[in-house]
């Protein structure tokens, strides 16, 4: 790769200060970065590390300036270091086509500007729409459907009827579709509740690896548009997960739980089943939560409080070993023992 720095302050709407001719051939962290290397800093500390490396230019705030570098100064550094990272590492291209080793069912409809790669199988009725890639080792069971743009990592399953929209990422080892864990208990046994249902997916939508999304027993699970869900996330069956949320690693959610737009579950988060939280709800780490969250609320804690509330039970926590001895001198003084 090779820009001019005007080349690149054009893709990130921003403004150069100092020579805009000069030549960039990398994008480098300030530690590692050499002549050619574009960096970033969006605080000031960082702006002095990235003043006192190699690299030959900085993307930083509106307003910041240097004697000793040129500046891309942009509206959000860290906008324009994801949008510079697309730039200077391109997502890799897989040319159209079928692998021979892939088993396609011959009801399948294939777009044929899609990639299908290695050790795949399609099953009957798939539906697989332009530029998808399956990259290996994938399966797509019976009647699902694939909008156009996704991109299957190595190994991912999913299961029939599921739906994907446009655009969406879906990395490697993850269960799209699987049984959601439905049982009864009749004459002493756990029956198992058919999960007849499906799985439904948003434009947009990126899912990590190894998470699994259950299919609903009955309707759809449901993932909005936009929502970016972590590493190892269990979603149960028949959620409904509104737009543009951010699902952490390991985080839990059970059967039926709906969540708003944009809400936030940090690391580690489990949610009872059944319950709703609103629009803009974030969750810290490690919660446990137990009931429903209105709108714009914050909560954590096991089991999740309102944030300022929670907050002021952890300091009183921490002021319970001093709280003890003061109880135990009170007592000494007052018995005489």
């Known amino acids: 790769m090779n820009f001019t720095i005007a080349d690149i302050a054009k893709r990130l709407d921003g403004e150069v200060i100092g020579d805009s001719s000069a030549r960039l051939t990398g994008f480098a ?10 960096t970033f800093a969006e605080n000031a500390e960082y702006f002095a590390a990235a003043e006192n490396s190699a690299a030959t230019a900085i993307i930083a705030g509106r307003e910041t300036s240097s004697t000793r570098k040129v500046v891309i100064r942009v509206a959000n550094p860290r906008v324009a270091f994801a949008r ?30 899609a990639h299908i790669g290695p050790h795949c199988t399609v099953g009957e009725r798939v539906k697989i729409g332009a530029g998808c890639v399956l990259q290996a ?63 439904v997916v948003g434009d947009d939508v990126e899912i990590g690896a190894n998470t699994t999304v259950d299919r609903g027993a009955l309707g759809s699970t449901v993932i909005g548009q936009g929502t970016k869900i972590d590493n190892l996330v269990q979603v149960g069956h028949n959620v409904t997960i509104g737009e543009h949320c951010i699902l952490c ?89």
């Open 137 to 199: 080792g994938n399966f797509v069971g019976a009647d699902a459907v694939l909008g156009e743009g996704t991109n299957l990592f190595p190994n991912v399953t999913l299961y029939p009827r599921t739906q994907l929209g446009r655009r969406v990422r879906i990395h490697a080892g993850a269960v799209i579709g699987a049984d959601g864990f439905g049982y009864v208990l009749d004459g002493g046994i756990h029956r198992k509740v058919q999960q007849v249902g499906k799985v």
């Open 249 to 337: 690693s390991q985080v839990g959610i059970s059967g039926s739980v709906k969540l708003g737009n944009y809400c936030v579950l940090a690391g580690q988060v489990g949610l009872a089943g059944h319950l709703k939280l609103g629009n803009q709800v974030t969750v810290g780490s490690k919660s446990g939560v137990m009931h429903n969250i209105p709108d714009g609320e914050q909560w954590l804690g096991i089991p999740a409080q309102p944030d300022k509330h929670a907050k002021r039970v952890l300091i009183a926590m921490q002021r319970l070993p001093d709280l003890l001895k003061k109880v135990a001198a009170w007592e000494k003084k007052l018995t005489g023992n």
């Open 84 to 113: 510079a990272l697309a730039v200077f590492f391109p997502e890799p291209a897989f040319a159209a086509g079928i692998h021979p080793s892939a088993v396609i069912a011959a009801s399948a409809q294939v777009d044929p500007t």
């Open 29 to 38: 962290t300030t530690d590692t970065a050499q002549a050619g290397d574009l």
